[in-house]
């Protein structure tokens, strides 16, 4: 393969597995930088939603009942965090189903079946209705890590580590901000917290909109 004066580039007559193969490597690459574009939008409202919600939970779950208002929301702090290996799902789950990889889905929603049942069995006769929301996000989180390690190895997604960092940073900067930060309303709260997650996922580019609308 070589490359002409306009940059174009060419390869010998009657040998095309080296173009087929360079070919190949761009589908991956945009797949790859595609589905991380999606992931970044989708975790960064997983990640603000279950972290805000769950630092207001007690005056959420006084809204909807008036009794054991502390147990509820003691389940309702573990249970939310829930979005986030279901958005892992939405993505990595999508991606895979759309490859036709049914079968391995099949064999995680059963390990995932199976773990779930597993935990229950263990906590919730000691632990109650906390044991089995502690359950529920054991077998989310199962499923999401599988289907993102069949992901990476099938479909060569990778995070390069400066995106880790960010998103890492992300992260704990939203957690700290949601529960360090003292808050007087509720809803006041909620939409503080949301603005500054949104700033900073926008300062960082884990959002970035020009991209999205070009891969949209």
């Given at each position: 393969?070589?490359?002409?004066?306009?940059?174009?580039?060419?390869?010998?007559?009657?040998?095309?597995?080296?173009?087929?193969?360079?070919?190949?490597?761009?589908?991956?690459?945009?797949?790859?930088?595609?589905?991380?574009?999606?992931?970044?939008?989708?975790?960064?409202?997983?990640?603000?939603?279950?972290?805000?919600?769950?630092?207001?939970?007690?005056?959420?779950?006084?809204?909807?009942?008036?009794?054991?208002?502390?147990?509820?929301?003691?389940?309702?702090?573990?249970?939310?965090?829930?979005?986030?290996?279901?958005?892992?799902?939405?993505?990595?789950?999508?991606?895979?189903?759309?490859?036709?990889?049914?079968?391995?889905?099949n064999i995680f929603?059963?390990?995932?079946?199976?773990?779930?049942?597993?935990?229950?069995?263990?906590?919730?006769?000691?632990?109650?209705?906390?044991?089995?929301?502690?359950?529920?996000?054991?077998?989310?989180?199962l499923m999401a890590?599988?289907?993102?390690?069949?992901?990476?190895?099938?479909?060569?997604?990778?995070?390069?580590?400066?995106?880790?960092?960010?998103?890492?940073?992300?992260?704990?900067?939203?957690?700290?901000?949601?529960?360090?930060?003292?808050?007087l309303n509720w809803?006041?709260?909620?939409?503080?917290?949301?603005?500054?997650?949104?700033?900073?996922?926008?300062?960082?580019?884990?959002?970035?909109?020009?991209?999205?609308?070009?891969?949209?």
């Amino acid at each position: 393969i070589w490359r002409t004066e306009n940059g174009e580039r060419r390869c010998p007559r009657g040998d095309t597995s080296s173009s087929g193969a360079w070919e190949g490597q761009t589908g991956v690459n945009e797949l790859s930088e595609t589905t991380i574009a999606m992931f970044s939008l989708v975790m960064v409202f997983a990640i603000t939603a279950a972290c805000t919600l769950s630092s207001v939970s007690g005056e959420i779950m006084e809204l909807f009942y008036d009794d054991n208002v502390a147990e509820y929301t003691s389940v309702f702090r573990i249970v939310i965090f829930c979005i986030i290996p279901i958005c892992f799902t939405y993505i990595f789950g999508t991606l895979l189903t759309a490859g036709g990889k049914l079968k391995a889905l099949n064999i995680f929603a059963a390990c995932s079946l199976a773990a779930n049942i597993a935990v229950n069995m263990m906590l919730i006769p000691r632990y109650g209705a906390i044991g089995s929301a502690w359950a529920g996000l054991t077998a989310q989180s199962l499923m999401a890590v599988a289907q993102l390690a069949a992901a990476i190895k099938i479909y060569e997604i990778r995070f390069s580590r400066r995106y880790i960092l960010k998103m890492v940073f992300f992260t704990l900067s939203v957690v700290a901000c949601c529960y360090c930060i003292p808050h007087l309303n509720w809803w006041l709260a909620l939409i503080i917290y949301s603005t500054v997650a949104l700033a900073l996922a926008l300062i960082l580019k884990l959002i970035d909109i020009k991209e999205i609308i070009k891969r949209s």
